[in-house]
Nanobody, 125 residues
Framework: QVQLVESGGGLVQAGGSLRRSCAVSGGTFRLYVMGWFRQAPGKEREFVAQINWSGGVTLYADSIKGRFTISRDNAKNAVYLQMYSLRPEDTAVYYC??????????????????WGQGTQVTVSS
């Protein structure tokens, strides 16, 4: 059974930074495309970022491009989301997700096979 366990959420002031981590167990990590999604109150879950199996190809939502960086460490079976210049509108529950693929562009919730539990990120103004 593949499990994704997230850490690193919390409260930060606008303009600050946070790093989210997601540890994956129970599968062959390098065989997954990894993604991050978020869901703000009253809104649908939305795509944030994606990284291919090697870490060499990334994809970002326009709303966070240039402020967030996705990365992965295949030796540690982990994916990260470094968030800079945070804004109040970034407040949401953030989820990591895994898709059984090594490449491609996957931006829909339904594309992904496994999900983390989600962790709140709150950005105060």
């Amino acid at each position: 059974q593949v499990q994704l366990v997230e850490s690193g959420g919390g409260l930060v002031q606008a303009g600050g930074s946070l790093r989210r981590s997601c540890a994956v167990s129970g599968g062959t990590f390098r065989l997954y495309v990894m993604g991050w999604f978020r869901q703000a109150p009253g809104k649908e879950r939305e795509f944030v970022a994606q990284i291919n199996w090697s870490g060499g190809v990334t994809l970002y939502a326009d709303s966070i491009k240039g402020r967030f960086t996705i990365s992965r460490d295949n030796a540690k079976n982990a994916v990260y989301l470094q968030m800079y210049s945070l804004r109040p509108e970034d407040t949401a529950v953030y989820y990591c997700a895994a898709k059984r693929a090594v490449d491609g562009s996957w931006t829909r919730q339904s594309d992904y096979d496994y999900w983390g539990q989600g962790t709140q990120v709150t950005v105060s103004s």
